[in-house]
């Protein structure tokens, strides 16, 4: 068949490849007469070991020799060029100076839809002219005109009949006559683009998840290669050499074995990467056009089969440790070797190590540095120890130190949420307790206590003022009244707390000895109890005329009081009630207070005062002289407005609450981030308290709402 009469059968999906889905390249035909470009062909045989014909389902045995000799489709060659050189010289006007939609390739006349074309196929001369029709497209590639009308706009989309019309177009009429569903041109195109949209997007994650996926795979199997050069060298050194001659030829087995199914499975990864991409273009290229619904959901089909393998395929298989242990009980390898007994490829070198008991499973936030620490029967430099963090097809890198006395830490760090799991290898195996669990929570809020009024017995009028974490791991929570209430860190309550006598407990401090210290606002000044809330004494009576935060230097044994009315922070010691002095005093100038509301201590024993009246973060050295603004005033993120609390979590860093947010800094008080988010409901939040180590999480006394607010940080 000539390329004229060709044309007159041809559609434009005629030309397109159907595993690629672009125009072919080097188009290739199989014996079932079905055509390809020649590199999807070669790619699909190298992935999958034949040729499976994916519009018929016919299997062909292909090999690489093969490919050379496959027939070449001169037919949809000589159409493509036809097709290429029509597109690359089609004018912007017919001869008639309206927009071309068709060209003769006979008379090479680029024609309109209207009476141009009308008086082509009525002149006997032309009218049988092979014609190809071109895509009409305004300037901004959606379609302006009716083919048939050509001076008129496409107005309408019949959906039933998936096409596209204008006013004078007859069957219109019939579907608006046999009720089919009849939407305006512009709506079809805006909900195809939509869905046209949804479909890139799609794509595009699933690349992005093929991308990752590659990347894990190359830096795997630069590891598996790292062992497979380790166990080498084991073997080498070892003074049986047939034993070793044997093993390594195991061990060369392993090899080939394991790295040609690891390259299959990139090439594969690979090529369904290019299939996003040209799938991409694809869609791209298809918006404006609603007729192509059809083809649309045929793509977003194959894009969740292709994202389905991705997430199906366990990787895990494919890098598994390289391993030598006997087959029998041995203690050591060199004896193993020097011993008429079996063995395979195994190492004993990871039975000397072995993960800290609390660290086999452990729960962090996104983000949050951790460390996971080991420990070895025999002290050795920590090159010996290799780790990686992998979730998924997602790998993040891990910190080997050795810290002397055969104890190691293994810092690390995950920014996606999920349950991941950290491997250590010593050698080429798993120590003990490998892989550590690693659970991954997300930021932010996580639990409410609901009102606190509904727990109270007492004082009903006040909110909830401080919070403290007991030696339980429970929540206590004060509100300027004896009612002391107990909730675990889920939020549910626990018990009621009744102190011994009237008191109002405003702020609280736990020792470590379980003995409480709190301020009370009816006695106007400190109180320290047992751990059943019995009194062991009292002071600052007659100092104090307002006392609020407190903190305690557990070496000194330093009591310090911010007391709001006197503007300044009292130092007591805690053993028997003696004043040792006062940091700051009354104004605004620098080191000066003006109702500080909360103190805490550095590590070095700085002290850090939450200066409310000031609107700012101060720092005093041990002897109360002043040292520098850790945070300054403002309303923004990383200033502070009204501070009402500050403390310092395990990390060193600084978390404060002031009117309406929670921050973080550290100790430098430098902006880490907020904590909270705006629609969390803080609103005036008092007394704070970090709860959890792993995962960083801090409870709040929410004053404002009379609640309980509980972050991830």
């Known amino acids: 068949m000539s390329v004229s009469k060709a044309l007159q059968f041809m559609d434009k999906k005629d030309l397109e490849c159907a595993i690629c889905l672009s125009r072919f390249q080097q188009p290739k035909t199989l014996n079932c007469m079905h055509t390809y470009c020649l590199q999807c062909i070669q790619k699909w045989v190298e992935t999958h070991g034949k040729m499976k014909c994916p519009t018929c389902g016919q299997e062909h045995d292909i090999t690489k020799g093969d490919l050379k000799n496959l027939a070449s489709n001169t037919m949809i060659s000589k159409l493509l060029e036809y097709v290429m050189k029509t597109e690359d010289q089609k004018p912007i006007k017919c001869v008639c100076d309206n927009q071309p939609a068709y060209h003769c390739s006979t008379c090479q006349l680029y024609l309109c839809g209207g009476n141009c074309i009308k008086q082509h196929k009525a002149v006997p001369l032309t009218k049988d002219h092979s014609l190809y029709t071109l895509d009409i497209k305004g300037q901004d590639g959606q379609p302006t005109n009716c083919q048939v009308h050509c001076n008129t706009p496409l107005e ?68 598996f290669k790292s062992q497979l050069k380790l166990s080498r060298k084991a073997i080498e050194t070892q003074e049986n050499k047939d034993k070793s001659k044997e093993l390594i030829l195991d061990l060369e087995k392993i090899r080939t074995e394991r790295e040609d199914a690891i390259d299959s499975k990139f090439k594969d990864i690979d090529s369904k990467r290019t299939e996003m991409n040209n799938t991409m273009a694809t869609v791209n290229s298809m918006k404006n056009k609603p007729e192509e619904r059809d083809a649309l959901g045929f793509h977003k089909t194959v894009i969740n089969a292709v994202k389905d393998m991705v997430l199906a395929t366990d990787f895990d298989k494919l890098f598994q440790k390289i391993q030598i242990t006997p087959n029998t009980p041995c203690a050591h390898f060199d004896e193993l070797m020097n011993t008429d007994c079996t063995f395979k490829i195994t190492t004993a070198d990871s039975m000397m190590y072995k993960v800290a008991d609390n660290d086999k499973e452990i729960t962090v936030t996104k983000g949050q540095t951790f460390v996971v620490k080991v420990s070895s029967l025999q002290e050795s430099d920590a090159c010996r120890l290799a780790a990686t963090l992998i979730y998924s097809y997602r790998v993040s890198p891990t910190k080997v130190e050795y810290d002397g006395n055969g104890e190691y830490k293994i810092t690390g760090t995950c920014n996606v949420e999920g349950d991941w799991q950290m491997k250590i290898t010593a050698g080429a195996a798993h120590i003990k307790g490998s892989p550590v669990k690693v659970k991954v929570e997300p930021l932010g809020l996580v639990h409410t206590i609901g009102n606190i009024l509904d727990y109270k017995e007492h004082n009903k009028t006040e909110n909830v003022s401080d919070l403290v974490l007991d030696r339980d791991g429970c929540i206590l929570v004060s509100s300027y009244s004896k009612d002391i209430l107990k909730f675990n860190q889920s939020g549910s309550f626990v018990a009621r707390i009744q102190m011994p006598k009237d008191v109002e407990v405003n702020r609280m401090y736990q020792m470590n000895d379980g003995h409480m210290i709190y301020s009370d606002f009816l006695s106007k000044c400190v109180v320290m109890c047992d751990d059943k809330f019995q009194e062991i004494r009292s002071f600052g009576k007659g100092i104090l005329k307002f006392p609020i935060g407190l903190t305690l230097h557990k070496e000194t044994r330093a009591l310090y009081v911010a007391d709001r009315n006197y503007h300044c922070v009292y130092k007591f010691n805690v053993d028997d009630g003696r004043l040792l002095g006062k940091v700051g005093s009354e104004g605004g100038e620098l080191g000066q207070m003006k109702i500080p509301q909360s103190v805490t201590l550095t590590m070095e024993g700085h002290v850090i005062v939450a200066d409310f009246g000031n609107r700012r973060i101060q720092m005093f050295d041990a002897s109360g002289k002043f040292m520098r603004i850790l945070v300054d005033s403002g309303k923004g993120d990383g200033k502070v407005w009204g501070p009402h609390c500050v403390t310092m979590d395990m990390d060193e860093n600084i978390l404060v609450s002031s009117n309406d947010k929670l921050q973080l800094f550290d100790k430098n008080g430098v902006f880490i981030k907020r904590i909270d988010c705006e629609y969390d409901g803080l609103y005036i939040p008092l007394g704070i308290t970090v709860i959890s180590e792993r995962p960083r999480r801090v409870a709040v006394a929410n004053n404002g709402k009379n609640n309980v607010k509980i972050f991830n940080y």
Do not use: G, W
């Open 156 to 223: 309408y989309y019949c959906s039933t009949c998936n096409r596209s019309a204008c006013e004078q177009c007859r069957y219109i009429i019939q579907c608006h006559q046999n009720l089919h569903e009849v939407i305006p041109m512009l709506t079809a195109i805006e909900e195809f683009n939509r869905d046209a949209n949804e479909v890139v997007k799609l794509a595009q994650e699933t690349e992005n998840e093929l991308t990752v996926k590659l990347e894990f795979m190359v830096k795997s199997k630069l590891l």
